[in-house]
T-cell receptor, first 114, second 113 residues
Framework: DAGVIQSPRHEVTEMGQEVTLRCKPI?????LFWYRQTMMRGLELLIY????????DSGMPEDRFSAKMPNASFSTLKIQPSEPRDSAVYFC????????????FGEGSRLTVL | KQEVTQIPAALSVPEGENLVLNCSFT??????LQWFRQDPGKGLTSLLL?????REQTSGRLNASLDKSSGRSTLYIAASQPGDSATYLC????????????FGKGTKLSVKP
């Protein structure tokens, strides 16, 4: 399997622009997670899905952030409008519900908002 | 609220030394605990996963232990090498197999040749 695939790897945009990050989880995984990582706050959970249904979105910072999972093989995280404080690395991760629950991460999308 | 703490935040050792990284968590009702490695500019790579019913897991030069009652886990690295330099994070799953992972902030390890 190719692992968790994220795009774009790097995104530089200006304040106020819309940003869309994409994720393809590992085939057969039931859970998909979106995390944000910064030096100050470390890894923070934004939202996670189980079988394409959002389970916990309490980590989504504000209404400017939204996430969707239209099918088992694709998810998006959208920021509209973007702000400089949104600059971070955004990770997508997936795992199976059964077995050990081992979590697998993508390489991340590094977002810079000017 | 579950909190995961990793001490120290940074560690520098000479090559060949055995070392221990620490992870503590406040709620002992965990489903499992996972150790990750993160290289600069990269994603997280899973190193070891310990189920709540287990006491330790080993992979090569790495050994992770779990003491649920005291809320602690350690990652032991034997005969450290410069290639081990990275940030090591631990994370716990709460709420059974349906739960989310709560991460510590990591220990940044530097192994000097």
């Amino acid at each position: 399997d190719a692992g968790v695939i994220q795009s774009p790897r790097h995104e530089v945009t200006e304040m106020g622009q819309e940003v869309t990050l994409r994720c393809k989880p590992i085939s057969g995984h039931d859970y998909l997670f979106w995390y944000r990582q910064t030096m100050m706050r470390g890894l923070e959970l934004l939202i996670y899905f189980n079988n394409n249904v959002p389970i916990d979105d309490s980590g989504m910072p504000e209404d400017r952030f939204s996430a969707k999972m239209p099918n088992a093989s694709f998810s998006t995280l959208k920021i509209q409008p973007s702000e400089p404080r949104d600059s971070a690395v955004y990770f997508c991760a997936s795992r199976r519900q059964v077995d050990t629950g081992e979590l697998f991460f993508g390489e991340g999308s590094r977002l810079t908002v000017l | 609220k579950q909190e995961v703490t990793q001490i120290p935040a940074a560690l520098s050792v000479p090559e060949g030394e055995n070392l221990v990284l620490n992870c503590s968590f406040t709620d002992s009702a965990i489903y499992n605990l996972q150790w990750f490695r993160q290289d600069p500019g990269k994603g997280l790579t899973s190193l070891l996963l310990i189920q709540s019913s287990q006491r330790e897991q080993t992979s090569g030069r790495l050994n992770a232990s779990l003491d649920k009652s005291s809320g602690r886990s350690t990652l032991y690295i034997a005969a450290s090498q410069p290639g081990d330099s990275a940030t090591y994070l631990c994370a716990v799953i709460l709420g059974g197999s349906q739960g989310n992972l709560i991460f510590g902030k990591g220990t940044k390890l530097s192994v000097k040749p």
